[in-house]
């Protein structure tokens, strides 16, 4: 079929309106081959921008609702006694998928969620005496509500810093709500049909991979992420990772991939740095008591590194 | 000499194309002053020599701000000190630069320029210095010579120095024991401010010789500091990306079009450059045009 990216994007646009930004998070998660962290109150097409996604590229998607009581074998499978067959039998968990929705992943406990993170660190899973590969492409999109605390287990930042990038998903504008309105108070949301092939996908990951990344540039990302341990020192007790000069790396690629070039531009990296440091620094209370928001001081980090 | 050859261009190209910006500031002065020497008009190749421009003005300022060098494009630039003395009279500024000439022929050196409001008058204006035509020479007989030859020439023309230079002061002593005693003459009255040029610099001239610029030096650093020269002719901050800059020129699309194509050639794959550096110097002599 040969697709272009921005297929894909105009196909998703068929079903969520508005949520650009998310939109395209997602694809730039998948060109990357990183995972993705939705934040967001209920309501808000987190669920659905995932769904259509994977019907879009018409790979398998698998949906977890994290609960309390959720166990480790829940996602990743189980090993069980079949009593015809006289031996044990493994079964697959919900995790082998070419896109999986561990939603609200912050409400089942630390053993759970480590369970996902070391499956989505690793691309593989053991059960039993045998390791299974996760189908490729594999992609978890994990949303968190911000909204309800109560009953929630906080993420680890070790853990956090696996998400390739963290989305803060917001609600709509008036017309885009109006929209929302007419386009779906009449009927269901239509089912959408694969518009490109996860082949496509691997191929459009190797020329994302390959976009060039000048120098300077590089330069720039690693100041960037430097001054996230340097600068604000007031708001944030510690800065991002190596990780993260990683990921605004890739991320960058892949947004210049999208734009249609086969270089970054600075653009391109101030456009993405929020999607990977927003979940690598460590913020503390001031930044909500003195009324500052974690979106406005890292605009004002970013800001303050001159471009090349 | 990489490395100067860079930062000649850097300078040359963000001097020519620092046209006043978005949001200029002018320091309120009274120019009495802005003139450009050299120490020689005749300098000879691959051998340095100084450029030397002196402002002058009856503030008492700490610095003087928005004085534009040219384009250096033919000479290499080795080294820039500027000096800012005060007193009662006001505030001289005096910028040394050193250079060097690879070529010879004959090499125009376009006006120094200040921005500034008159104090006079409260009026904006640009201020020009005079221009300066070199003859730059070959490689004089010393400089191709044989070390030993170069030493005994060298020897001669000190010895002929000296006498030349005696006899000069002996004429001068001479001079002034005949010389009868007058009375002294009146202060001479201040100069009137440098009159403005008919013309002053416009975009297309300062994009004309960022085209120079670049075709004279195609180059990925050259890219990148002519498309840094022409972000801050649009008023462009350090801290915005192509984005921000074309948001602030919605209507002018020949600017973002040549905007594009630097940011291309600045950060373009090698085997891309060449045609990225095409692009954006047909942009620039489009709009020079």
């Not at chain 1, 105009?10 to 694809?27: F, N, P, S, W, Y």
């Not at chain 1, 017309?175 to 007419?182: G, R, S, T």
């Not at chain 1, 510690?238 to 990780?243: N, T, V």
């Amino acid at each position: 079929m040969n697709a272009h990216p921005q297929r894909l994007i105009d196909a998703m646009a068929t079903t969520i309106v508005g949520q650009r930004d998310v939109v395209e998070a997602l694809m730039l998660g998948l060109l990357a081959n990183g995972h993705v962290l939705l934040e967001g109150p209920p309501g808000l097409a987190k669920t659905l921008a995932c769904r259509t996604l994977a019907a879009a590229l018409g790979g398998e998607f698998k949906r977890i609702q994290f609960t309390p009581d959720l166990l480790p074998s829940d996602i990743v499978g189980t090993r069980i006694f079949d009593q015809h067959e006289r031996a044990f039998a493994t079964v697959l968990g919900p995790i082998f998928a070419n896109i999986v929705l561990a939603d609200e992943i912050n409400r089942a406990p630390a053993k759970v969620q480590s369970a996902l993170l070391e499956a989505m660190q690793e691309r593989q899973v053991t059960i039993g005496p045998q390791t299974h590969r996760l189908p490729l492409p594999f992609l978890v999109m994990a949303t968190m509500n911000p909204l309800d605390s109560e009953g929630t287990y906080a993420l680890p930042v070790a853990q956090m810093d696996r998400f390739l990038v963290k989305i803060d998903v917001g609600y709509p504008t008036r017309d885009e709500e109006l929209e929302i309105l007419e386009r779906f108070a009449v009927r269901d949301t239509l089912p959408l049909e694969a518009v490109a092939t996860l082949d496509d996908v691997a191929r459009w990951r190797a020329q994302a991979h390959d976009v060039h990344l000048e120098s300077k540039v590089k330069a720039y990302i690693v100041e960037l992420v430097a001054s996230t341990r340097e600068r604000e020192r007031a708001y944030i007790d510690y800065g991002a990772s190596p990780r993260a000069t990683l990921a605004i790396a890739n991320l960058a690629r892949g947004k210049a991939f999208l734009g249609g070039r086969d270089y970054v531009v600075p653009d391109d990296v101030r456009a993405v740095a929020p999607l990977a440091l927003r979940h690598r620094i460590g913020f503390n209370y001031r930044v909500t008591t003195d009324g500052v928001g974690v979106a406005a001081l890292l605009d004002r980090l970013i800001a303050a590194v001159p471009t090349p | 000499m990489a490395r100067y050859r860079a930062l000649a261009l850097a300078l040359a190209a963000s001097a020519v194309l620092a046209l006043p910006a978005r949001a200029q500031v002018l320091q309120r002065l009274t120019v009495r002053q802005l003139t450009l020497a050299a120490d020689t008009t005749t300098p000879h190749t691959e051998r340095r020599f100084h450029l030397i421009v002196t402002a002058r003005v009856s503030e008492r300022v700490s610095r003087l701000e928005n004085i534009d060098l040219p384009l250096l494009a033919s000479l290499e630039l080795l080294g820039d000190q500027v000096t800012t003395t005060r007193n009662a009279q006001g505030t001289t500024y005096r910028e040394v630069i050193t250079v060097v000439a690879h070529h010879a022929g004959t090499t125009m050196i376009a006006p120094v320029t200040l921005d500034a409001v008159d104090a006079r008058d409260g009026k904006a204006k640009r201020y020009f210095s005079n221009s300066l035509t070199l003859n730059v020479q070959g490689p004089g007989v010393l400089a191709t010579a044989g070390p030993e030859l170069g030493a005994l020439a060298r020897g001669i023309f000190d010895v002929l120095a000296w006498l030349v230079g005696g006899v000069a002061l002996l004429a001068v002593v001479i001079a002034l024991l005949r010389r009868p005693r007058r009375p002294a003459p009146p202060a001479p009255e201040p100069l009137p401010p440098a009159p403005l040029p008919p013309r002053a610099r416009t975009r297309a001239d300062a994009l004309r010789d960022a085209a120079l610029t670049l075709r004279a030096d195609p180059t990925r650093a050259s890219a990148l500091h002519v498309r840094n020269a022409v972000r801050r002719m649009v008023g462009a901050s350090d801290a915005e990306t192509l984005e921000d800059v074309l948001r602030a020129i919605p209507d002018d699309e020949p600017m973002h079009g040549l905007l594009r194509a630097l940011e291309r050639a600045a950060f373009t794959h090698e085997a891309d450059l060449a045609s990225a550096v095409r692009a954006a110097i047909d942009r620039l002599e489009a709009m020079s045009a």
